[in-house]
């Protein structure tokens, strides 16, 4: 029941939980950094040799089908049972000369994988570093009669490994259902793309572009990689502008690496809504730009939320600082008084999707009672989940219809603090998850509503 912290965003809030921590603001080099311009074959099988450093299950090298070459890597995985290894496996032993490899300045690692037979089988590709932590795994359902590929995001692996120091390359699946047999081929890294010319955070208002009564400005912090684009400091300006009605103000500074953010006035703006827009130019020519929607709240507004956080991230609740204390679990009415007799106030309870609609609300009533918080978990329906194929929810099928419907049977519950729509995800899904995010976020305007990321640790 134990699970690690996770990297959290909350409406674009930084938001210290005993649930999650935030993330860090986006940052940028002074300089270049020195990235492999061509990918790098870590092995491809044309050479006998290449089987002997492999370890973990017996492979063998065949010619029977290859990604690339004549060659290839197959093994067999065994199906998972109690008291067998949980995540049967290879693994290659890298050293790039002082005992590791370092992988930082590439993008990502890759490999082709192809399933003999009728059945699909998985496959699982992460690092482990030389102090032994595992990097972020990527999962891919390995389907038969074609080449598959799966490939791990470096910034991903960053997350929760050191990619300076890569000691293996890990091939897995995740306590198989059946047997299956794997040819791999090709595992390669390919190098990173460069990065942006500039990054946008909006550090004020912190909580769903809501400014709240008394707030005198908005913030943003710009982070810039000017010389990775052919650009001098002295070449940038920053600009930053607010409109709202009859009201527009605009600041602008030159762009500087001792400073990246930069704030504007809002008083005397009216309540409503609000355009922010911050911009890098270069002699009046607009380079990179980002645009908020915001909202000015008034007091009444702000009385009305059940839940909100305020500009120094402290979570309110009906009107108070509350500090969540969160418990992982499952729905277990039995476990409620233990956990009500606890220093825990909040749970977050995985498979509420599973629970019938009744059983569910009497759940929230008895958590109520306790004076115990939900924060209510919709991982099950995220858009590329596949969870609950084939199964209903009190009749409705499909993860759209299904999270609308839970969402519309228990969003004014007094017991559901929060919403949590997925559990670390890769940033490939990101622009997917955002048009979910911002769909809930108006269904649900009176909590707050939470995504989780895998993320590296710049």
């Not at 490999?111 to 999962?139: F, I």
Request: charged content about 25%; some cysteine; proline content about 7%.
């Amino acid at each position: 029941m134990n699970r690690p912290v996770g990297v959290l965003r909350l409406a674009g809030a930084t938001v210290l939980l005993a649930f999650l921590c935030g993330a860090k603001a986006p940052s940028a080099s002074n300089t270049p950094a020195r990235r492999p311009a061509e990918t790098k074959i870590l092995a491809d099988f044309e050479d006998p040799a290449s089987v002997a450093p492999w370890k973990g299950l017996p492979c063998e090298r065949t010619d029977e089908r290859a990604s690339s070459g004549r060659y290839a890597l197959r093994f067999t995985v065994p199906a998972w049972a109690e008291g067998r290894e949980p995540r049967p496996g290879i693994r290659l032993p890298l050293d790039f000369g002082n005992g590791a490899a370092d992988f930082s300045q590439y993008g990502k690692i890759i490999v082709d994988a192809w399933v003999e037979g009728e059945q699909p089988g998985q496959l699982g590709l992460k690092l482990r570093d030389t102090a032994g932590n595992d990097s972020w795994t990527t999962h891919i359902t390995v389907h038969p009669h074609q080449w598959n590929r799966a490939e791990l995001l470096i910034r991903e692996a960053a997350a929760d490994s050191d990619v300076r120091l890569v000691k293996e390359v890990v091939l897995y699946a995740l306590r198989p259902t059946n047997t299956f047999t794997l040819v791999v081929d090709h595992l390669r890294l390919e190098p990173a793309e460069p990065p942006a010319l500039a990054q946008f955070l909006l550090r004020h208002p912190n909580y769903r572009g809501w400014i709240l009564p008394g707030e005198r400005e908005a913030e943003v912090e710009i982070a810039v990689a000017p010389y990775e684009h052919g650009y001098q400091p002295r070449d940038l300006r920053l600009r930053l502008e607010i409109s709202t009605g009859s009201y527009h103000r605009t600041v602008e500074r030159r762009w500087s690496e001792d400073t990246n953010r930069l704030a504007i006035a809002v008083e005397g703006a009216a309540p409503g809504d609000a355009v922010l827009k911050a911009t890098i130019h270069s002699r009046n020519r607009e380079l990179a730009s980002r645009t908020w929607p915001l909202r000015i709240l008034t007091t009444s507004e702000v009385a009305g939320l059940k839940v909100y956080v305020d500009r120094a991230n402290r979570l309110i609740v009906d009107g108070r600082p509350f500090f969540p204390l969160g418990w992982y679990g499952s729905v277990d009415e039995a476990q409620l008084a233990e956990i009500a007799d606890s220093p825990f106030n909040c749970l977050l309870a995985y498979g509420t999707d599973l629970v019938p609609p009744e059983q569910m609300r009497r759940f929230l009533d008895r958590m109520r009672v306790a004076g115990l918080r939900l924060v209510y978990c919709l991982n099950d329906v995220y858009p590329t989940a596949t969870y609950l194929e084939g199964k209903a929810w009190e009749g409705i099928r499909g993860n759209d219809a299904i999270a609308a419907a839970v969402v519309a049977a228990y969003r004014d519950h007094p017991a559901v603090l929060a919403w949590y729509l997925n559990d670390e995800l890769p940033h490939a899904l990101a622009p997917r998850l955002e048009d979910y995010y911002t769909e809930y976020s108006r269904a649900i305007p009176r909590i707050p509503v939470s995504l989780c990321c895998a993320t590296d640790r710049s």
